[in-house]
């Protein structure tokens, strides 16, 4: 054999054997991850629905892996705050993010001076629960129905108002999707948080608030609220007489938000299989169903390529509302 081509096939055996070490290791490191406490992000304050969720499951993946997960508030800027810090972060799995669309796939289509890109800062590892939007009204209020709402829009032009968590949030984005396509205009007031467009509602402020399952769920059973129509795509199960907005005339307002989990981009492939594996066991965990029951959150998994395809579909969703409506940070 010339010279040459020994070199090559020793050049090549070694190259093998460093693979296959460097995956060996990958693979222990894996197994034994985590060897230290593990901080998750929440790109918003204590309490909310997305900070409620995390504490559940990072509750959970401590008790399976081993070491503490620690949820870390770090709200502000509809969760860009978090984001640019998270970007940051070393990809070693020590650092996570517990993330909603807000600041991943709405954000870069509103502000064009993002300190991170979403796409190449990131990685999605898994899905873990999703809810949709409610249209709802204060429970003595004349709309009875989306159809009264329109009616009076068209005949009052300007004056029907609707409350939601912020400019660019989900509830903001699918209630100007629906008035769109019903050809009313809704004027839209942006509240810090979802408590605070249901003490505007029940103060009689505005027509109508714009708010996830959630931050309803309980006004709802109690009766100081009514579910005027629903974002998802099916009838919600536990409120069965509430119409979807696809069902009154307006698919393209039809939407599922979602609440995830991240790692920064570079993060070991075999740490970002463990934690996808760890959460999808979480997900059919009866405790943390059991935990989430009365909020009546969706429990619903779906791992890194199911969640990359989700952003590619939202990205183009929110992108035609976003422009449509000429929505821009305040």
């Known amino acids: 054999m010339p010279s040459s081509a020994r070199a090559q096939a020793r050049f090549a055996a070694t190259l093998g054997t ?50 503490s997960f620690t949820v870390e508030n770090r709200g502000g800027a509809a969760g860009q705050i978090a984001a640019t810090a998270f970007a940051r972060a070393p990809a070693d799995g020590y650092t996570l993010m517990f993330a909603t669309a807000a ?43 989306f159809a009264d709402a329109v009616k009076y829009g068209k005949d009052n032009p300007g004056k029907l108002t609707y409350g939601s968590p912020g400019v660019g949030s989900e509830p903001h984005l699918a209630a100007e999707a629906v008035a769109r396509s019903a050809g009313i205009q809704m004027v839209h007031v942006p509240f810090r948080g979802g408590g605070d467009v249901i003490t505007a509602l029940l103060g009689s402020q505005i027509n109508f608030g714009a708010l996830s399952t959630a931050s309803i769920a309980g006004a709802l059973q109690q009766g100081t609220l009514r579910a005027i129509a ?100 305040p």
Not at 29 to 49: K, N, S
């Open 18 to 67: 460093v693979t296959v070490v460097l995956l060996t290791a990958t693979a222990a490191m894996a197994q034994t991850y985590p060897t230290a406490p593990v901080r998750v992000l929440v790109p918003f304050g204590a309490g909310g629905a997305t900070d409620v969720v995390a504490r559940v499951f990072a509750d959970r993946l401590g008790q399976r892996m081993g070491q």
């Open 103 to 145: 600041p991943i796939t709405v954000a870069p289509l509103m502000n064009d001076k993002l300190q991170y890109d979403p796409r190449k800062d990131f990685i999605p590892v898994a899905v873990v629960a999703v809810q949709p939007v409610w249209l709802v009204a204060n429970a003595p209020s004349p709309f009875k129905t």
């Open 230 to 329: 629903v974002s998802s795509p099916q009838r919600m199960t536990d409120f069965p007489n509430v119409p979807t907005f696809a069902e009154l005339g307006h698919p393209g307002a039809t939407m599922v938000p979602w609440w995830g989990l991240m790692a920064p981009a570079g993060t070991p492939p075999a740490i970002v299989a463990r934690l996808t594996q760890e959460m999808e066991a979480a997900s059919k965990d009866d405790a943390v169903r059991e935990r989430l029951k009365a909020t009546f959150v969706q429990i619903q998994f779906e791992g890194p390529q199911e969640f990359a395809r989700r952003l590619d579909a939202e990205t183009k969703l929110y992108g035609e509302i976003i422009r449509a409506a000429k929505i821009k940070l």
